[in-house]
């Protein structure tokens, strides 16, 4: 069996999850994960699937050649499948240009590999401003660099909270 990663872009619109499922079933193949999401009139998605080696071809050509979707197919590797343990981590703050970067260059600069990243702005309305929000997921190794990883994270900002949450 293969395992893709499959990047999906196109505009928004209804069907769009149960046209690629109905591609994914017709070749046989499985649907293990994904992340799905709408973003400024955008769909975008990103999926991990499994298929026989006899039917990736024909899965990738009609992947690839969807009508008004952007297709990007990688293959991915089993072999990294070794398990360790997921932390999550919420950031929030004042939103400001360049929190991403500050977060993500923080942990960067310690070694930190993000398993999964999710942001967003809303309005706080008793402020008058806007607060940001990011939820991460990081691979993490032991207490010891969850406490850098914290210390890292806050010296950033005063106004910068992170919350750490380990399974």
Request: glycine share 6%.
């Amino acid at each position: 069996m293969k395992q893709l990663v499959v990047s999906v872009i196109g505009k928004d619109r209804p069907g769009i999850v149960d046209q690629l499922s109905s591609l994914v079933v017709q070749h046989q193949g499985n649907w293990l994960a994904s992340s799905l999401t709408e973003l400024a009139g955008q769909f975008a998605g990103i999926l991990h699937l499994e298929v026989d080696e006899q039917h990736l071809d024909a899965l990738s050509h009609d992947l690839l050649n969807q009508e008004n979707l952007l297709v990007n197919i990688a293959e991915g590797d089993s072999s990294n499948s070794e398990e360790q343990q997921q932390v999550a981590i919420t950031v929030t703050a004042n939103d400001r240009v360049g929190i991403v970067q500050e977060v993500t260059q923080a942990l960067n600069t310690l070694g930190v590999s993000l398993s999964e990243i999710n942001t967003h702005v809303a309005s706080a309305p008793n402020w008058g401003g806007l607060i940001f929000t990011a939820n991460l997921t990081v691979p993490c190794a032991d207490d010891d660099q969850l406490g850098a990883i914290q210390e890292s994270l806050e010296s950033l900002a005063d106004d910068l909270m992170v919350d750490i949450e380990q399974d």
